[in-house]
């Protein structure tokens, strides 16, 4: 019974917090947790760039997906797209100085949002150990996600 409930619950989790990220930023900021995410990793690549098809795995999401939110965010003047240098048919997504300013406007907002929905719900958790379980269970997701391709 112990494990159902935890699988129910983590399920409930997984769906309802990251909505709550999201209506967060959009109501504080006109920004959705999807442009967040692609405006952070952004910022965290060298070069502020990232192959439009890595970006898209980074956020987990298509490459169609992913190319309607960076279209969004280059008319904003935050991302700018250009072709790959080591390949011609591929491009990267660029963070803009403005891109850069804007995450860090929104930062906060996201900051608050994770600390209410999440953070503040696991006092008393040794976070070091629940971290590592995430992780493993990513890695878990991973090996097998590639070892399915295989087959």
Excluded: K
Excluded at 34 to 52: A, H
Excluded at 99 to 127: C, F, I, K, Q, Y
Aim: glycine share 6%; hydrophobic share 40%; charged share 25%.
């Amino acid at each position: 019974m112990e494990e159902e409930a935890f699988l129910r619950a983590w399920a409930r989790a997984v769906l309802t917090v990251p909505r709550a990220f999201d209506a967060d930023l959009l109501t504080d900021q006109g920004m959705s947790l999807s442009e967040y995410r692609t405006l952070m990793y952004l910022s965290e690549s060298p070069g502020r760039r990232l192959r439009m098809s890595d970006l898209a795995a980074s956020c987990a999401l298509s490459l169609s997906g992913m190319t309607r939110i960076v279209s969004r965010l280059e008319v904003q003047g935050h991302v700018q797209r250009e072709r790959c240098d080591t390949d011609g048919r591929g491009y990267n997504a660029v963070l803009t100085d403005a891109g850069l300013s804007r995450l860090r406007s929104a930062w906060p907002t996201h900051l608050a949002s994770v600390r209410r929905h999440m953070m503040d719900h696991l006092d008393g958790l040794d976070l070091p150990t629940v971290t590592a379980a995430l992780q493993r269970f990513a890695a878990g997701t991973a090996d097998s996600e590639a070892r399915h391709l295989d087959s």
